[in-house]
Structures are given as C-alpha cells and as structure tokens.
C-alpha cells in the first residue's frame, strides 16, 4: 500500500468551494493564527475564545474562584496538564477538538467494463477543524478493472549500466505482462539517456565522441542527453524489440542527465503519444543525477524552459544550451502533467533516490536487482491505492466551506464539508448570574462578564466607587506607600487585578520569574508560583532539574553511593575523604586489583596468602582462567608470592560477587636461564659470518678473553635483555642476565656453556 499525505494549510479562504490546490487569502485576527512554531508554548489569553485559538495545546479551565485572589482570569489559559496540577478538575477544562463524520460511502467496485464503477470512497464527509490541529481523512481509491494505462520507460544507458542492462530488459517485459493481467488497454514507450554531450560530462574528442566506451571491441553508441525511442503504443513486441536493441554509451562523470530525460518525457506529451489516462514514467539508473546549477561546469547557464525541443529524430536537440532543470521543474511538469514516477535504481543509488522521492508528489522508489517483482509491485500499487490526506487550518473560516479533493485524470470526487471550530461550548452560560454578585454580570466559561457600570472579578462594585481611597488602601501595601497592587495590576473596588503573570494579593508575586532549566521555566515539570517552582511527583530541585530515581547510585553491591554520600539529582555527592562516580574510592582505599589479587592468585595458581582457605576467604569471586589478549588498561598487573606477575580482569561485579579472569603464568623451567643447551653449535660457526681473529673485531663486545686451542675464548657482557643481543639470528630472548662462555676458532665460534 502507498500512503500519501497531503498538509492543506488555508491561508485565506473567501468563497464556499474550492479545489484541491486553491490558495486564497483569508485576513488573521489578533488571536486567530496559532503559534505553531513552539510546541506547548500556550501562553495565559484573558477569554475561552482567545485561549483555544492562542495555540492547539491550550485549554481553559472554567471552575468557579480557580484564580487566586489577586490572580488573572487570564491564568485559567494554559496546557492541559498544568491545569490538573494546579487542582483543575478534569470535568471542568474546556478543551475542544476536532472531529469528522462520514456522510457518503458507497463501498468500492469495477462495475461492468468500467461502467459505473465506484473508485473513491468514502463520498462526502462533514470535517471540524480546530485551528492549528491537523485532522487525518483516510481516502480508498480502485482503479477500475481494464482500466487504460500508458507506461513509458526511461533507460539509463551510461557504460557503468552495462552490467544491469539485461535486468533493466527483463524488467520492461515483467512490467508489460503484469499490467496485460489487469487492463485490457495498457500502451508502453520507451526512451533512453546518458548526459550532455559538452566537457566536463561527455568527452568532446572525436573519437570518443564516435565511441566512448573503454574497449573498441564492444557494441558501443555515440552518447546522446535523452532520445525518444517509442512511442507510446499497445504492441508489445515492438517494445521488446526496441528494447533489445538498445546498447551501452559513455560520459566522464558519475551523475547522469536523467532529469533532462524526464522533463521532456513530461514536456512532449504529443511525441510520446500520452492519452488522458493513468500515466506511469518508469526511471532505471544506476547512479545519481545533475540539477540546476550543475551545467555551469560546462559553460551552461541558460536555465531550463520548460518547453518540449525533440528533433525529427527523438533526440533533445537543445541540450547543450539549457542547463538541467531543478528537482521543483521536475515535479512541477510531472504533476502538471499528471504523471506518477517510479524510480527503479541499484541498491547503491536507493538512499539519494529515496529522498528526492519525498519532494516529488506520487512517487515511488524501488530496488533494480536479479528479481524486479518489488519494482512490478510498485506498479501494482501506483494502481489501486490507498492514501491519507492530513488537513490543517491556521484561521478561522468565516462559514461553511467545500473542499473538493479528485484523483488527478478521474472526474470522481470527495466533498469535505469544512468548518472550523473557533470558539468555546461551556455548559455553565448563565445570565445575571448569583454567582456574579447576585445577579451583576454574565457567568461564562467560569467568569462573569459584568453588567454596565460594574467592575470587578465578580462585578462586586460600580465604577463611581474607583476613585475612593478607602477601596484604594486595599492594593496598597500596609505602610500605605508605594504604587498600587505593586505596579504590576490595576486596583477594581478594592483589590488588585494583576496582569501577566503576577500574581498575589498585591501583585508581588511573579510567576513567571521562577529558575529555568534547559531554557524551559521549571524544567517542564513543574509550574511557577510567586518565583518558586512547585514541582511534580519525583522531581526536585529549584528548577525541578532534577529526577528522583537513585538508579545511578547504587553500586554493583547494591549500596547508596557505596554508603559513602548521598544521592542528589540522581548523582553521589560523595563524604569527605571519598570520591568517584558511585563514591567508592579514597586515598587510602584498595583498589579493586589489589583487594582481588589474593583471590585470582590462590583461585587460579593455588598460591599466595590465601592458598591454605581458598574456597572460604574467597566464597564471593568466581575465578577462571583464560588466555584473552590482555587488551587497555582495565587489566590488573599484580605480583605473586614468587614475584612472578600475572594479570587478571574484574570483569563484573553483581550483587557482591565478582567474576575474574586470570591469564595463565609463562613459568620458567629453572633458577637459571637455559638458553640453549651445552656445546650447542652456533649458526655462525659453519663460518658464515666470522673466520679466525675477525670474529672478535666484528663482535666488539667481548670484556676479557684469551686463546684456548689455537682459537679464542671470551665472556660476552652480562645483558639487561638476555645472554646474547637480540640481533643475532636464530636465538631467542633469555628472561634473565647470564654469562656466556664463547669459543672462537679459526673456523668460527661456539658457545661451551652458561654460567
């Protein structure tokens, strides 16, 4: 299934009815256009109307004596959970949504032959709209049986399509087929394209111009921008022919001049032969594509414009002079043109292809490979489809509105009866109510609207009484100085009437002075009052920043930060003398090393301090042996009781028991290093390197020596690294520093023994 979405934003709507893609100029009142651009940014507005246009977040709550004394009317406007915190009951919020009722659905079918047939459905439906929510209308659409179909296919035939050539002929007769199976009527063409034939996209040598391919000896053709090749006709095997025909061209560079071919595909709707059917533009490429912009690399700056130039030969004759059109010409001319592209690319070419499908309305992208039956059933579902079509006012709509929504190339429709929901449906509109000073004003969505010549938050006084400083000493602060209700209200019959978000009996409070977090007044969990965030349930903090969840300090042995601090925001604030994430490390605290390495020796070497009660003193580890690469830092390097190291690994520590893996000791056979045996024969004394005194002047290393048997006997030099230097060859390393007898001889030399 295809699913489309379609964002209907009304600027302005004048008149009853309108198409699909009518735009028309609707003025904004001061409250009328929703800020969508912050999400939950309902802001306090002074009447129900106002609230729920401010932002579709807002709700207002219409509980009788809600605001504080002191308090705005305004502040009854905010976001739905703020409300309930602030003790609103849920019964008393007024928060209206949108709705919709189906009025016509007559259930989908191919009547006979494709007469009277339904295609769309549901018929008519009556849509409410509160401005700023978007609403989704689910539409069904069944292309009719035998319904007629032109298909054209656009073939990229650059020299790196060579290898998919023969998936991309496969394809165009698996497509051919499958739309004979559902139509009686179904037309196919076929057109083909490299690039520009101009540098840096195409070489402009002459013999490359005649052959551009690598290998003389391969069919090749002169490369071309875009050729039509068939028309659109009902005979398959002229198809298949032309198609099979087609062999492989050349360019320089790997983006390819497809959107030259589409555009003229979409432009020269005579030559291609389109009837006023459902088109399908098939796309096969194998790479990406050039766009505006790209044909000043080859002196090209005219842009495209937009009009049909094939030659008497199907070729795109003016190719050279117009630059390629953008990814909005293309979709502009595919849309206008009432074509529906279907982009079948290799697998390397799928993500780019992908995201120009978002940008071109009806498209659809499939994967070219051995089996094409996905890029087939693309096909399948470009014919019946089932799509969304997501509605959204900005402003109110001054009646009812019709908005008529067809499939493009079918004379069917869906009627949307269209209004918009713009003010308030309380329950409690009540005139001279007792609630409003015994009858003085208007009770409405919680407040009262006072009679003339009446003030106050429940009309309690008249306006001859303002002026009095009797009712004035009441927004004043007991030592009778300073401004009225703080400056920041006005004082009705005695009390002030704070503004904003003051609040307080004199406005000296201001709710929204309270910290921040994040940028967002307390954090988001909480709500402001008088510059102090009240926040919810698991929060705290003076921004409510910080979580009550202590998951972060508990140690592997399930301790609050290890019983050395305390937790706050979620993090250890460790006691003095301790420090780390959970607070278990201090100057004078064992590592985990050195408090395992007792363990890992005894559990694996059945040595060391603990070897004698292994089993009790180390009850809480598991140990075994491994011979994992000792791989960063995490490994412990400890001594053993015969100053033997050995590395081994905490691995993990759960619930108080720790998992360590011990690598196996390299032990040395002996107290002394054994090299080599006695009277082991050198590799040099078959007389390759040194022949009679030589051999003691190429060394250079001997500290005493003297002559034994017609040769000479030396001790080599005790050496940090082994008995011998390690650039000899044929000798390995000793552990250990050692003396080596040497014995040289006319003939060579060799060592006698190891001292």
């Known amino acids: ?26 003025e904004a009142t001061e409250w009328g256009i929703p800020d969508q651009s912050l999400p939950g940014s309902c802001q306090p507005a002074p009447t129900c109307q106002k609230c729920i246009l401010s932002h579709p977040s807002c709700a207002w709550c219409k509980q009788l004596n809600f605001t504080a004394s002191g308090e705005a009317e305004a502040r009854r406007c905010a976001g739905r959970e703020e409300l309930l915190v602030r003790g609103c009951p849920a019964g008393e919020l007024e928060e209206p949504h949108g709705r919709q009722e189906v009025l016509q659905d007559r259930p989908l079918s191919h009547g006979v032959r494709g007469e009277g047939a339904t295609q769309l459905a549901p018929q008519r439906v009556r849509l409410t709209l509160r401005p700023g929510e978007p609403q989704q209308l689910r539409v069904r659409f069944l292309r009719a049986a035998g319904y007629p179909v032109d298909l054209y296919y656009l073939m990229d035939l650059s020299y790196s399509m060579k290898d998919d050539l023969e998936r991309v002929r496969q394809l165009g007769h698996a497509l051919l087929v499958r739309l004979q199976e559902v139509t009686h009527s179904v037309r196919i063409g076929f057109g083909s394209f490299v690039d520009k034939t101009v540098l840096p996209f195409v070489s402009t040598v002459p013999s490359r111009l005649r052959h551009p391919c690598p290998s003389r000896l391969e069919r090749c053709q002169p490369p071309f921008s875009f050729q039509h090749v068939l028309s659109l006709t009902g005979d398959a095997q002229a198809f298949e ?19 030259d071919a589409i555009l003229q595909a979409a432009l020269c709707q005579e030559q291609i ?27 090209i700056f005219m842009p495209s414009d937009g009009h049909c130039h094939l030659d008497s030969n199907g070729l795109y004759s003016r190719s050279p002079e117009f630059d390629y059109p953008s990814v909005s010409q293309v979709a502009q001319a595919l849309t206008a043109a009432n074509i529906q592209p279907i982009f079948a690319v290799t697998s390397a070419a799928l993500p780019v292809y992908q995201e120009l499908s978002q940008l071109i309305p009806k498209s659809a992208v499939g994967e070219l490979s051995e089996d094409s039956s996905n890029v087939v059933q693309l096909i399948m579902d470009a014919y019946d489809v089932d799509f969304w079509v997501t509605l959204q006012a900005n402003t109110c709509l001054p009646d009812l509105h019709l908005l008529r929504l067809r499939a493009l190339g079918f004379s069917e429709e869906l009627v949307v009866e269209l209004r918009t929901l713009c003010d308030c449906n309380c329950s409690d509109d009540q005139p001279q109510a007792p609630h409003c000073s015994d009858g ?23 306006e001859a009484e303002l002026s009095s400083p009797d009712l004035e000493s009441g927004c004043r602060a007991p030592n009778g100085t300073g401004p009225l209700c703080s400056g920041k ?12 978000q003051s609040s307080g009996r004199l406005c000296e409070c201001d709710d929204a002075s309270c910290e921040r977090h994040e940028g967002i007044l307390c954090g988001g969990f909480g709500h402001c009052q008088c510059g102090v965030c009240h926040c919810q349930a698991n929060r705290t903090g003076r921004a409510c920043e910080c979580s009550g969840n202590v998951d972060r300090c508990i140690s592997p042995e399930g301790k609050l930060c290890s019983e050395h601090g305390l937790c706050k925001c979620n993090r250890c604030q460790c006691l003095d003398g301790y420090y780390g994430v959970l607070c278990d490390q201090c100057p004078g605290c064992k590592t985990p090393c050195e408090r395992y390495r007792d363990c890992a020796e005894c559990g694996a070497f059945r040595t060391g301090p603990l070897a004698a009660n292994c089993s009790t003193a180390c009850a809480h580890t598991n140990v075994t042996l491994a011979l994992t690469p ?13 100053k033997q190291l050995f590395f081994f690994l905490v691995e993990e520590e759960v619930g108080g028991r720790a998992v360590l893996r011990v690598r196996p000791q390299e032990r ?3 107290s002394l290093p054994k090299c080599h045996h006695d009277h082991h024969q050198s590799p040099f004394s078959r007389g390759r390197w040194f022949h009679s005194l030589s051999g003691k002047i190429h060394l250079g290393l001997f500290a005493l020596g003297r002559q034994v048997n017609g040769g000479w006997q030396g001790t080599y030099p005790r050496l940090r690294s082994g008995c011998y230097p390690t650039s000899f060859p044929g000798h390995r390393r000793c552990q250990t520093c050692c003396n080596l007898v040497l014995h040289i001889t006319k003939w060579g030399f060799s060592y006698a023994n190891i001292q």
């Open 1 to 26: 299934m295809v699913v489309l979405s379609v964002v209907l934003v009304f600027l302005v709507l004048g008149r009853c009815e309108s198409e699909l893609d009518s735009q028309i100029p609707l």
């Open 241 to 259: 022919r032309e198609v099979g025909r087609q062999s492989v061209s050349g360019n320089l560079d790997s983006p390819e001049g497809g959107f």
């Open 273 to 299: 032969g389109w009837r006023n059917v459902s088109r399908l533009l098939v796309f096969t490429s194998d790479d990406t594509f050039h766009t505006a912009g790209d044909g000043k690399l080859g002196g």
């Open 440 to 462: 003085q004003g208007h009770l409405q969505c919680g407040m009262c609207s006072c009679a003339p010549g009446r003030l106050g938050r429940l009309c309690e006084c008249s």
């Open 489 to 500: 209200g006005r004082c009705h019959c005695g009390r002030c009437s704070c503004s904003g």
């Open 630 to 642: 000792i791989l960063g830092d995490g490994w412990c390097k400890e001594r053993a009781m015969d």
């Open 668 to 670: 040395q056979q002996s």
